[in-house]
């Protein structure tokens, strides 16, 4: 716990301190978080809530240590929940186009996979991400699926990897406070199998700001600007990218969302196109969206497509830590 962030605190915080100073904090912090992993594996397997379990578990575990000062306990824990969720356990964004500025959190893992299927192709996604520290996120995926002949009605099997990306935070959003700003770069090198075996080598780069409103960031909105590069055949090519997307809150965890946007960075030559749908978070760590979407513009527009996917983050190198 950061003393120095809660030093202005009331005085009966401040008293209780004083007291917490008498355990040790690798203890507290050992047993704090045995606690709170239990709860929140139950709470995932059964879709609850686990917006409340680090505060009412640790609160109930420390107010243990002095029966006089439970809810100063509760409410110095919950202010400390509150910011280590808003650094660490944040969103993220795909099978959304238009990326956000936040990354995946200090020590603290994920996996997103979607599946998306239109009349070309059925394909799955998969990335994994890693964050080193509050700043920095890398990741790594791929694609595998059907692609759709007209000469041959089952489609043949296809797939593509590896995808590199990495993303710098440069400054986070929040509630009250200015935009975000991030940037993205990466490559899908031409490894794999059939159409969905990128023709050359290609790299992508993008910045990204993103600007909340609501106490509850109840309207999310994403900018982005950026480029494909390819070399293709011995020709070099820029393909600018640009997109627009938002996230609106609704009813407890459900989200709408919505984008437009030019060019993917992950599949370059997309022309102008557009997505909607919605985003449902069970909890801080579990998260699942459905979209559909269609072309708009350019010299191939894409067919309409529908798509579907999960996030789950991992807590398991955080407790490593301690």
Known sequence: MNNERIGAGTADERSCLKVCEGFSNDRIMKWSILTIFLTVLYQVAAGQDTTHTFSYASGTFLASADD????????????????????????????????????????????ETWFRGDREASQQWVMAAYGPNNRLEVSIGGVFGIERHEENRGGTFAYALPLLQAKYLIRPYAPGRGPGFGIVAGSFLPAGKGSFRPTGYGTFSFAT?????????????????????????????????????T??????????????????PYVP???????????????????IDMTFGKGLAGANPLPLWFSAGARIVFTHFQKKAY
């Not at 929940?81 to 893992?109: H, K, M, S, Y």
């Not at 022309?271 to 760590?285: K, N, T, V």
Request: glycine share 12%; charged share 20%.
């Open 68 to 111: 006089r000062l439970p809810d100063t306990y509760t409410r110095i824990l919950n202010r400390e929940w509150q910011q280590w969720r808003q650094e660490n356990l944040e969103p993220q964004v795909r099978p959304f186009i238009t990326d956000d500025a936040r990354v995946v959190g200090a020590r603290l893992a994920q996996l």
């Open 209 to 245: 700001i993103s600007q909340c409103f609501g106490e509850e960031e109840n309207v999310l909105l994403h900018l982005n600007t950026g480029f494909n590069y390819l070399h293709v055949d011995g020709a070099n090519e820029v393909l600018p990218t640009w997109g627009f997307g």
């Open 247 to 264: 996230q609106i809150k609704t009813i407890g965890g459900f989200h709408l969302v919505g984008e437009i946007f030019s060019g993917d």
């Open 269 to 287: 030559g997309a022309g102008m196109s557009y997505q909607a749908g919605y985003r449902h978070f069970f909890s801080d760590l579990f998260q």
